[in-house]
Nanobody, 119 residues
């Protein structure tokens, strides 16, 4: 069993920054790729960014390119999402998720952390 726990959400003004963390515990050695998703009120859960644990390949949604940076600390089994120049449309619940391959459905999900960007 794998547990993913997010932290770092909060309330910030537009233009500000936040850093989210996702710590993995349990049988996490099988996780190959980690992603951050965002779900705004009344909308679908969308992929924001992803990173491969081995080698560090990354991907970003167009809406966050140049503003968000994903990184990982393998020693701490933690993935981070550094969010800069935040916009009101970045508001939502952010979830981290893990899967055992580069592609396919995500197998593990965290409980989510709220990010609210005020104007």
């Amino acid at each position: 069993q794998v547990q993913l726990v997010e932290s770092g959400g909060g309330l910030v003004q537009a233009g500000g920054s936040l850093r989210l963390s996702c710590a993995a515990s349990g049988r996490y050695s099988g996780i190959w790729w980690m992603g951050w998703f965002r779900q705004a009120p009344g909308k679908d859960r969308d992929l924001v960014s992803g990173i491969r644990f081995s080698g560090g390949a990354t991907s970003y949604a167009d809406s966050v390119k140049g503003r968000f940076t994903i990184s990982r600390d393998n020693a701490k089994n933690t993935v981070y999402l550094e969010m800069n120049s935040l916009k009101t449309e970045d508001t939502g619940v952010y979830y981290c998720a893990g899967r055992r391959a580069d592609y396919g459905p995500y197998d593990y999900w965290g409980q989510g952390t709220q990010v609210t960007v005020s104007s």
